[in-house]
């Protein structure tokens, strides 16, 4: 039998072709183990998403197809760590400094409501909504504060936790419990305000974030771990995204707030730095696919700083409310 030989022009050609579809969707990189083949007729990867900016105090829309539909409002009072879209084209923010929350329209880009106490909830780092209505507050002053306010913003309820002295992002569960990392620690606990499940991830620092899954395993932002892990119910880690080193042209120093969609992969925020100039040091924003391979990425230093919050908005309607239950799911 022949075997045909490929001209090296053509192949050169070839890896050329390739390269400019890759940077047409935003890949920053090429992966030494990266094979060719099937690259050529796939469609580039564009989204349009929510951006929270934590350096420069920002929030971004950010439209990879029409960039004219692209914004950018500075969140007076911020820097903020924790956003969520709650339905009626409203988003929520927690306000660290002020102590609480807020909302904004999405259209007019204007606050339509607040709910601040500088004293209680100094120290709010994330703040969550139900759809009842109800928020949770989760918040850091030496030691782990959470509390609970009814649909009008009234405190229902408190829970002291001296034991922790860190929250990132409070996540809520079908079962109605509470999941937050604090440090090295992954915690759940109940609407009581007790703990019913802890556990330790190795190589983890600043947990900053932990969905349930719909097969009862945890996925887990480890923040200066630099990856995102599924654990099982046993606690043991079952698949892994990240860690050091990072692929040639890619830089991990922290990866915080993400989110799962329809198709399965992962989009994470890898924020690098307090400073408003950190973006410079890497991208800002990273695509997984299920088996852990980069296919995406997002970096614009000059349009935006630390990136701590992505919402990818390509399924979604800003009409309805959304949260991570069940990956993310539609509460109409």
């Not at 209680?120 to 703040?127: D, L, W």
């Not at 630390?306 to 979604?316: A, N, P």
């Amino acid at each position: 039998m022949l075997k045909s030989k490929k001209s090296p022009m053509l192949m050169c050609l070839g890896s050329i072709i390739i390269l400019i579809c890759w940077f047409s969707g935003g890949i920053i990189f090429v992966p030494e183990n990266f094979v060719t083949p099937n690259l050529v007729a796939a469609k580039p990867i564009r989204h349009k998403m929510l951006l929270v900016d934590e350096s420069r105090s920002q929030l971004l829309y950010v439209d990879q197809n029409d960039s004219n539909q692209s914004w950018k409002l500075d969140i007076e009072g911020g820097p903020s760590r924790d956003i969520q879209l709650i339905g009626n084209n409203r988003i929520l923010v927690s306000m660290q400094k002020k102590g609480g929350f807020r909302e904004y329209d999405l259209t007019s880009r204007k606050i339509v409501r607040e709910c601040f106490n500088s004293v209680r909830y100094a120290g709010t780092m994330s703040a969550v909504r139900f759809p009842d209505g109800r928020t949770i507050l989760g918040c850091e002053r030496g030691f782990v504060r959470i509390f609970l306010l009814d649909a009008d913003g009234h405190e229902n309820t408190a829970w002291e936790f001296p034991d922790l002295k860190a929250i990132r992002l409070i996540r809520r569960t079908s079962r109605n419990t509470l999941l937050f990392g604090s440090d090295s620690k992954c915690c759940e606990i109940t609407l009581e305000g007790k703990i019913v499940r802890e556990l330790q991830l190795p190589g983890a620092k600043h947990n900053y974030q932990i969905t349930e899954l719909p097969n009862g395993n945890w996925l887990i932002a480890a923040g200066y771990g630099c990856f995102l892990a599924e654990v099982d119910r046993e606690n043991q880690v079952i698949r892994h995204w990240g860690g050091q080193p990072a692929p040639t042209g890619l830089h991990y120093i922290f990866m915080s707030q993400f989110q799962t969609l329809k198709n399965g992969n992962i989009v994470v925020a890898t924020w690098t730095g307090h400073e408003v100039n950190d973006s410079e040091k890497g991208q800002q924003v990273v695509e997984f696919d299920p088996t852990g391979h980069v296919v995406w990425t997002w970096h614009d230093s000059q349009l935006a700083g630390s990136i701590h919050g992505v919402i990818i908005l390509d399924d979604l309607d800003t009409k309805n409310f959304y949260d991570d239950i069940n990956f993310t799911k539609d509460e109409k």
